[in-house]
T-cell receptor, first 115, second 116 residues
Framework: DTGVSQDPRHKITKRGQNVTFRCDPI?????LYWYRQTLGQGPEFLTYFQNEAQLEKSRLLSDRFSAERPKGSFSTLEIQRTEQGDSAMYLC?????????????FGPGTRLTVT | AQKITQTQPGMFVQEKEAVTLDCTYDTSDPSYGLFWYKQPSSGEMIFLIY??????QNATEGRYSLNFQKARKSANLVISASQLGDSAMYFCAMRPNSGGYQKVTFGTGTKLQVIP
């Protein structure tokens, strides 16, 4: 029974570069979420997929951010023209659609540092 | 709009003692769920316990219990018999249960340190 995995775990990039993160959810979960967490704060919701459909996007997700889940399995989060303010932990989570509680299972996160 | 408030940035507890982590919330949704997550220094968020707004009884899960007081809009986490491995950040969170809307709102967290 594998959990949610994310790749890479750490990414250091220079300002202005593009970065892409990958998330593999728990296989039977069809809901997938992206969050951003900065130091000393709780995770902030970015976006949510049900299967391949992106159903909700936070206003935090500027035009430089794009997320996809092309086949309803893994998802990618791309940040274009990175800025120092993008430095954060990016967390992915997945949840089932049956069982009632629908708790979200989180991956280990990708820590992004923009220099 | 939903809001979660955790007023304790840090807490200390002696090993084997019980500790209560405070959480208050605000929402206009009639039905909602409340969650607690643990985040060790490794960074992964671990689901601990869930309370539905219409649940009649307080949720319990092993050493974790949720003291839910709906009228006061509070959902405090009680950890009994603290262990050294309980040292971590703890986040309270909520989510509306209607309309298929899945956004979860987290508080700012409480850092718990268990002292031997």
């Amino acid at each position: 029974d594998t959990g949610v995995s994310q790749d890479p775990r750490h990414k250091i990039t220079k300002r202005g570069q593009n970065v892409t993160f990958r998330c593999d959810p728990i296989s039977e979960h069809n809901r997938l979420y992206w969050y951003r967490q900065t130091l000393g704060q709780g995770p902030e919701f970015l976006t949510y997929f049900q299967n391949e459909a992106q159903l909700e996007k936070s206003r935090l997700l500027s035009d430089r951010f794009s997320a996809e889940r092309p086949k309803g399995s893994f998802s990618t989060l791309e940040i274009q023209r990175t800025e120092q303010g993008d430095s954060a932990m990016y967390l992915c989570a997945s949840s089932p659609t049956s069982g009632g509680v629908y708790e979200q299972y989180f991956g280990p996160g990708t820590r992004l540092t923009v220099t | 709009a939903q809001k979660i408030t955790q007023t304790q940035p840090g807490m200390f507890v002696q090993e084997k003692e019980a500790v209560t982590l405070d959480c208050t919330y605000d929402t206009s949704d009639p039905s909602y769920g409340l969650f607690w997550y643990k985040q060790p220094s490794s960074g992964e968020m671990i689901f601990l316990i869930y309370q539905g707004s219409y649940d009649q009884q307080n949720a319990t899960e092993g050493r974790y219990s949720l003291n839910f007081q709906k009228a006061r809009k509070s959902a405090n986490l009680v950890i009994s018999a603290s262990q050294l491995g309980d040292s971590a950040m703890y986040f309270c969170a909520m989510r509306p249960n209607s309309g298929g809307y899945q956004k979860v709102t987290f508080g700012t967290g409480t850092k718990l340190q268990v002292i031997p």
